[in-house]
């Protein structure tokens, strides 16, 4: 009796461990939901999209930031599957801004625009064509620069003063946007003033809006967990750890303040496998592309060893399942929040419109695709 008690029991631990190492398993995926198959079908709609004005019917006057998000992804993607047909459709896409449509290559005066810089230094890693490095140090060097140009306030001056981008507004929104080409510039480069630059801007934006739950107040003065608002900051922290040097002294704070997001995001993340338009708010509606960009830099973290796989792996491929299944059958992914200026107001964020393949959302799906695949 003792024996078969033992053995009964060995067999329970056994199938346990079966469980967990399916519901941690990031390899193994039901038909149709592989990182590689999504990514295909999500890299191959952006390409079929024409350059977009935030889903207004106007034609856009420049390149917009969720499109440079997006084309980013989907460059990281095709590096990642080793796509070259992929990679050279995106590439083409880029040749005409170097002609035709130069004209809607954005002025470098705002992150929302200087984020373009991610794409040509981008290009340059996987074609080494030095048209698109000099085009993306360009606009690197000129967000650390002097304040110039109409969009030039009076603290502009004091960041510039301070040692930052005088394109600094302490929205969470702008650590993703000005670690992306920072930190690309020193991927290209190896020249540690980029990483430096993002680095020190990072661990600013972490004291001063980072609150004791490990989740971020939209700006000073708006209160509010906004979900793609603390994506943007997941995502932005996951990509400067993904270079910032071991050695670096911002290092160990900045990956504090990661974790702890991390920690907290593990504990308000719904059953659907889903994160909330306001993450704390129970009532709120589940929200994808914010679900996109935790995904996002929750993978970072397990297959870099940051985060226990035993932990967030689980949650990671929840959040995946339940990503790929807002998808449509043209792969436009559903239940995106509208573009978003801060507020502070509650009921604002609540009301946003829930868009359907909006580039807010298909962008942290590329992003979630290629890091699955690294």
């Known amino acids: 009796m003792k024996r078969l008690k033992y053995l009964l029991l060995a067999l329970i631990l056994s199938s346990s461990a079966f469980i967990f190492a399916q519901s941690a398993d990031l390899t193994n995926w039901p038909k149709g939901t592989s990182p590689k198959d999504i990514g295909t079908r999500v890299a191959e709609r952006f390409l079929a999209t024409p350059h977009t004005n935030f889903n207004r019917p106007t034609p856009p006057s420049r390149i917009t930031y969720p499109e ?35 004209s809607l290559v954005p002025v470098p005066d705002h992150v929302d625009l200087t984020v373009f810089g991610a794409i040509p230094l981008e290009l340059y890693m996987q074609t080494g064509d030095q048209r698109y490095l000099n085009m993306g140090l360009n606009i690197a060097d000129k967000q650390w620069g002097p304040p110039e140009g109409p969009r030039v306030k009076p603290e502009s001056y004091k960041y510039y003063n301070m040692g930052l981008t005088w394109q600094t507004r302490m929205w969470i929104d702008d650590m993703f946007m000005i670690n992306a080409v920072q930190a690309q510039a020193y991927r290209a480069t190896k020249d540690q003033k980029y990483i430096d630059r993002a680095a020190k801007e990072m661990v600013v934006y972490l004291d001063s809006l980072q609150m004791p739950n490990g989740l971020f107040y939209h700006a000073p003065d708006v209160p509010f967990f906004w979900g793609r608002g603390n994506g943007w900051m997941a995502a932005g922290m996951a990509e400067i750890l993904t270079s910032l040097p071991q050695s670096h002294p911002d290092r160990p704070r900045i990956m504090k303040s990661y974790k702890m997001m991390m920690e907290s995001l593990l504990k308000y993340q719904a059953t659907s496998g889903m994160w909330r338009q306001l993450i704390d708010e129970p009532a709120s509606w589940e929200e994808s592309s914010g679900t996109g960009m935790f995904t996002y830099a929750m993978i970072t973290g397990v297959k870099n060893g940051w985060l226990n796989k035993k932990s967030y792996g689980p949650a990671v491929r929840k959040a995946w399942l339940a990503l790929v299944s807002y998808l449509d059958s043209d792969a436009n992914v559903k239940d995106v929040c509208e573009g978003t200026n801060k507020k502070n107001d509650k009921q604002y964020y609540l009301d946003r419109k829930r868009v359907t393949g909006d580039l807010h959302g298909q962008a942290p799906i590329l992003w979630s695709a290629a890091a699955l695949l690294d």
């Open 68 to 102: 440079i998000c997006t084309w980013y992804g989907a460059l990281k993607f095709a590096r990642e599957t080793k796509n070259k047909g992929l990679s050279k459709k995106l590439q083409e896409r880029f040749e005409p801004l170097f002609k035709e449509e130069a």
